[in-house]
Nanobody, 124 residues
Framework: QVQLVESGGGLVQAGGSLRLSCTAS????????MGWFRQAPGKEREFVAA????????SYADSVKGRFTISRNVPKTTVYLQMNSLNPEDTAVYYC?????????????????WGQGTRVTVSS
């Protein structure tokens, strides 16, 4: 069982920045792909960004490309999501996730573990 602990959410004005963090509870998570999903009120959970275990390949949703950057530390059990140029459409609960592969983490049914979520609110 892997626990994912997120932090970094909050309230920010449009155009501002936030950095989310997610730390996995076991060293074996260093071999997983890690990523972020988000769920806005009344909407389905959607993929945001992911990074492979080696931290040499990333993937982003079109809606965040060029604004968000995902990275992970050494020993690769913590993943970060740097969010710049935030707009009100980015308001959502952001969930950390792990999966076996970078390809697998793009789909909800490919996720093995979820964090509890951290709320991001962007005011206009």
């Amino acid at each position: 069982q892997v626990q994912l602990v997120e932090s970094g959410g909050g309230l920010v004005q449009a155009g501002g920045s936030l950095r989310l963090s997610c730390t996995a509870s076991i060293p074996a998570a260093a071999t997983y792909a890690m990523g972020w999903f988000r769920q806005a009120p009344g909407k389905e959970r959607e993929f945001v960004a992911a990074i492979n275990w080696a931290a040499d390949s990333t993937s982003y949703a079109d809606s965040v490309k060029g604004r968000f950057t995902i990275s992970r530390n050494v020993p690769k059990t913590t993943v970060y999501l740097q969010m710049n140029s935030l707009n009100p459409e980015d308001t959502a609960v952001y969930y950390c996730a792990t999966a076996a592969t970078l390809r697998g983490i793009h789909q909800i049914n490919g996720v093995h573990y979820w964090g509890q979520g951290t709320r991001v609110t962007v005011s206009s």
